[in-house]
C-alpha cells in the first residue's frame, strides 16, 4: 500500500484545521455563559428576579394568602440573602479604590464618598449576611441594616455628584466642538481628517454622557430605596409598587450595562 508523503497529509489537514480553528463572532449563548461567568453579572439577574417577585406581590398577589403568595415571599427573601452571599470581599475594591485616590485631585473627597460610602455599605452587608445565614445573633441585624442604609445613601451621593460634574464638563466640550466644526463649515476650511477627529471625539463624548446620565438614574433609584431603609419603612415614599418599580429600573440599566461590557 502506497504510503502518502507529509507534504500530502499536511495539505489533507489544512482544511480541517482551517475550519476548527476559524474565529466566529459570539453569539448570545456565548454572551450569556460570560455574563454568568462574572459575580456581577449573576448578582443583576438575581437583582432583576427579586424586584420582580416583589413587584408581584405588591401587585397581583398583595392581599393573596395563597400558598403561592407565601412561596414567592419565601423565594424572594431568599434571593435577597443570595445576592448577599455573592458579595463577599467586594468592599475590597472600594478600599483599594479609595487608597488609589490621589488628595491633589480636584473633587477628590466626591471620589473618597463615593467609593467609601459604598464599601462600608458592601462590608456590612457582609454581616447581615451572616446574621441571615445564623452565625451572628439576630439582635445585630436592626444596627447593621440602618448603618449600610446610610453608608449606601452617602456613596450615592458621591455618586450622583460626581457624574453630574462629569456630565456638565462633557456638554461644556461637546458644545466647544460642535462651535468649532460650524465654523469650520462657514469658512470653507478643506481639513478632512482633522474634521473627522473632531466628529469621532463628538460621538465618544456623547455615547460617554449617555452612559454616565444612565448612571445618574440608577443611582437615584437605589437611593430612593436606599433612604427608604434608613427611615424604616415610613413616610410617603414607601409606597411598595413604587420602591419596586425603583428597583426595577435600576436593575435593568445594571444588567444592560454588564451585558454590554460582555
Known amino acids: ?124 452587608e457582609q454581616l447581615t449576611w451572616l446574621v441571615k445565614a445564623g452565625l451572628l445573633d439576630k439582635r445585630h441585624a436592626r444596627r447593621f441594616a440602618l448603618t449600610s442604609a446610610w453608608a449606601e445613601l452617602l456613596g450615592y451621593c458621591g455618586n450622583v455628584a460626581l457624574n453630574a460634574l462629569r456630565i456638565s464638563a462633557a456638554l461644556e466640550r461637546e458644545h466647544a466642538l460642535a462651535q468649532e466644526l460650524l465654523r469650520r463649515k462657514k469658512e470653507g476650511e478643506q481639513a478632512e481628517h482633522g474634521d473627522s477627529a473632531l466628529r469621532l471625539e463628538l460621538q465618544q463624548l456623547r455615547a460617554r454622557r449617555m452612559l454616565r446620565t444612565l448612571a445618574v438614574v440608577q443611582d437615584l433609584a437605589d437611593a430612593l430605596l436606599a433612604l427608604n431603609d434608613v427611615r424604616d419603612g415610613k413616610g410617603s415614599l414607601a409606597n411598595p409598587v413604587l420602591l419596586c418599580m425603583a428597583g426595577l429600573l435600576s436593575a435593568g440599566i445594571s444588567f444592560r450595562k454588564n451585558w454590554m461590557a460582555v
Do not use: C, H
Open 1 to 124: 500500500m502506497e504510503v502518502a508523503a507529509p507534504e500530502q497529509l499536511a495539505a489533507l489537514d489544512a482544511p480541517v484545521q482551517q475550519l476548527a480553528y476559524t474565529p466566529r463572532q459570539p453569539d448570545v449563548l456565548d454572551k450569556t455563559v460570560t455574563f454568568l461567568a462574572k459575580r456581577d453579572g449573576i448578582d443583576k439577574v438575581l437583582k432583576v428576579i427579586r424586584y420582580t417577585s416583589k413587584l408581584l406581590l405588591a401587585t397581583a398577589l398583595r392581599d393573596s394568602s395563597s400558598e403561592l403568595s407565601a412561596r414567592l415571599r419565601d423565594f424572594e427573601g431568599s434571593v435577597g440573602t443570595s445576592r448577599k452571599a455573592y458579595r463577599l470581599g467586594k468592599w475590597l475594591a472600594d478600599v483599594n479604590a479609595v487608597r488609589k485616590t490621589p488628595l491633589s485631585v480636584r473633587y477628590s473627597y466626591l471620589e473618597i464618598l463615593a467609593s467609601g460610602g459604598e464599601g462600608i455599605y458592601y462590608f456590612v
